[in-house]
């Protein structure tokens, strides 16, 4: 990368970091035909992989990590079109995101969508406080191969175990990879109640999505 | 002084007095199944009937053996009667706001008129709280200490016009949080003073959207405080209790700067070390966990927690949150006794 490319790309870390929608919107729009749109996603995406962490360590706070993933979101936008034609090899997969019943928290279940589709995935996000039959639905039609389920709540998780069991009982689990996240889960939970991964954080989720397709 | 009420104890807590022990009482949410089904009083009916809600509140003295009655189950009511849809719940869970009658004029910014205090805090289910503690003050306030709850400004703001909105407006347009914050602060100080005129002892005001997990503390200092300090200097007759979940450790400073009567916290928040930092200015309440030791321990734990909590100095051992209604009646009473012997 050359010295001003690099100037870019550090340029839309920090617009993410410092939480500032308009700033990473126009250092996007002064990116494109430099960057590539792959080289404009990662950029955000570290971004926001910084926020995580300065979140995590009380440096940053809630309405920081709102506004720098609304700002991702908004930046995404503007690039869609670029990133389709430059996805020549078409789609990696087909996943069904959302937070399951009876929960709202979104911020991060959009974050892993966006990281995903940004990846090179084709995502249908489904939303927040989904009912399990409209998750069966989405993966149907869409003939799906990765179902991903947030939960944010020790009772919410219940409903990420209940849905696999809907998958068994409407024999429809063999056709989907079932992958699980949100703050109070752990391997030892997937593993307990069947998923086929867990992730801790956005950027693993890609690598895990990955894994489980051979990409 | 075992010969003190229930009342005088908790009073005289409140009042930081000497005591031979401290006393045990739910400041927080206290009905369960347990009371329920022992005075065939139920939830969803007894959000919305007074006579109901009176008998459901002083299960965790007549039921339990906690020093205290308690009216009002949830934090629903104030945005029910501005237009909020509420889902009742069941007999296990609390009722659950289902729209935000301002999200919408929030994010357009516009100038909305709402109705006065007066009004809607008079009616619907606001209205069945206050006659629930008039009961209450007639039945058993010459034994035990009325306590009321209702919900916080920064709380009620965000139940109004969306708390995504107000988060996401810390950062995007704080004046506009602050509008709604003090559009709720009306309404907030109209039902502490209504409620302590109907004849309670404290008024415990939950402001669980302005917890650490939500806000810093200097967001706290500069959208939340401002509006409980103004509200507070107004209230006369009840004592204030300030409640707010999550780890307050960081904001107990700024807690006490509200001017409220006492401060009650969650089990986030290590008791050795608030009241050491509290250093005698304030009465704490708390803070035995809900979920853990009092839903998923054993009697045993929940002895273990109250003696902690009380050996660490806390002026009135309660529970840090409200209580989940499946908590079992065992892990109560091993509470209670743990702190009265
Ligand atoms: C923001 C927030 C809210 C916002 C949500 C806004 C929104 N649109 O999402 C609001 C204010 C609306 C809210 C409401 C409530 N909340 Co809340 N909330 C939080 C908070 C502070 C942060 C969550 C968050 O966004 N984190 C940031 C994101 C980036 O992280 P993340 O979600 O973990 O996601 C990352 C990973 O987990 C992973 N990941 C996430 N999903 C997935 C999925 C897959 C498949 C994979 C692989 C990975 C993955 O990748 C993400 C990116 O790295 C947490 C506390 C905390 N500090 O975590 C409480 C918290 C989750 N809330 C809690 C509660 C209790 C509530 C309420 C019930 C409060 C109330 N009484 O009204 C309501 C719930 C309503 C409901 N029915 O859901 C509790 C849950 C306790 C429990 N029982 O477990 C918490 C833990 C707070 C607490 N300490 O008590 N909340």
Redesign the interface.
């Known amino acids: 990368m050359n010295a001003q490319a690099e100037t870019l790309r550090k340029n839309l870390v920090d617009a993410i970091v410092e939480?500032d929608?308009d700033k990473t919107k126009s250092n996007v729009e002064a990116s494109r035909g430099i960057l590539s749109p792959q080289e404009i996603i990662d950029a955000l995406s570290e971004g926001m992989h910084e926020v995580g962490i300065k979140f995590e360590r009380g440096k940053l706070?809630?309405?920081?990590v709102?506004?720098a993933a609304?700002a991702m979101t908004s930046a995404v936008a503007l690039i869609e079109g670029d990133l389709a034609e430059s996805m020549t090899g078409g789609s990696r997969g087909h996943v069904v995101m959302g937070t399951v019943e009876g929960d709202v928290h979104d911020i991060g279940k959009s974050i892993v969508s966006t990281m995903l589709q940004c990846a090179g995935y084709d995502v249908n996000d489904v939303g927040r406080d989904v009912p399990t039959a409209t998750f069966l639905e989405a993966v149907k039609e869409g003939n799906a191969d990765v179902l991903g389920l947030s939960a944010l709540m020790?009772t919410s998780m219940q409903t990420q175990k209940e849905v696999i069991e809907t998958l068994i009982e409407k024999g429809m689990r063999k056709d989907v990879q079932v992958i699980v996240g949100g703050a109070p889960v752990t391997q030892a939970f997937s593993d307990k109640i069947g998923a086929d991964g867990y992730s801790e954080n956005a950027s693993e989720a890609v690598k895990l999505v990955h894994r489980l397709l051979g990409n | 002084m075992t010969d003190m009420t229930p009342r005088e104890r908790v009073l005289a807590a409140l009042r930081m007095e000497e005591l031979d022990r401290p006393p045990v009482a739910v400041f927080t949410q206290s009905a369960t199944i347990g009371q329920m089904e022992a005075l065939d009083v139920y939830w969803p009916e007894a959000h919305s009937d007074p006579r109901m809600m009176a008998k459901l509140s002083a299960g965790q003295a007549d039921v339990l053996g906690f020093e205290a009655v308690r009216a009002t189950f949830c934090l629903t009511s104030e945005a029910e009667v501005l237009g909020a849809e509420v889902d009742p719940g069941k007999m296990n869970s609390q009722p659950m706001l289902k729209s935000h009658p301002y999200k919408d004029a929030f994010k357009a910014k516009e100038e909305v008129d709402l109705p006065s205090p007066e009004e809607v805090l008079n009616s619907g289910r606001p209205k069945v709280i206050l006659d629930a503690v008039e009961i209450l003050v007639k039945e058993y306030g010459d034994r035990y200490p009325v306590i009321a709850g209702n919900t916080g400004p920064f709380t009620l703001a965000g139940h109004l016009a969306d708390t995504e909105n107000l988060v996401f407006g810390i950062i995007m347009s704080p004046d506009e949080v602050k509008k709604w914050v003090k559009a709720a602060a009306e309404y907030t100080d109209y039902f502490t003073q209504a409620l302590s005129d109907a004849g309670a002892d404290v008024v415990q005001m939950s402001e669980p959207t302005a917890s650490c997990d939500l806000l810093s503390p200097e967001m706290f200092e500069e959208f939340a405080s401002p509006y409980l300090k103004e509200g507070y200097a107004k209230l006369k007759g009840a004592k204030s209790c300030l409640h707010i979940c999550g780890n307050t450790y960081p904001i107990l400073e700024h807690m006490i700067a509200t001017g409220a009567d006492a401060l009650s916290i969650e089990e986030k928040v290590d008791p050795v070390k608030a009241v050491e930092s509290v250093a005698g200015r304030v009465p704490l309440v708390g803070n035995v966990g809900v979920v853990h030791p009092l839903l998923q321990g054993s009697p045993e734990d929940c002895i273990k927690h109250g003696k902690a909590v009380a050996a660490a100095g806390l002026n009135v051992v309660s529970p840090g949150c409200g209580l989940s209604a499946l908590i079992p009646n065992e892990n109560l009473l091993a509470l209670v006794k743990s702190v009265k012997g």
């Open positions: 939480c929608i706070f809630l309405p920081h709102m506004v609304n020790t």
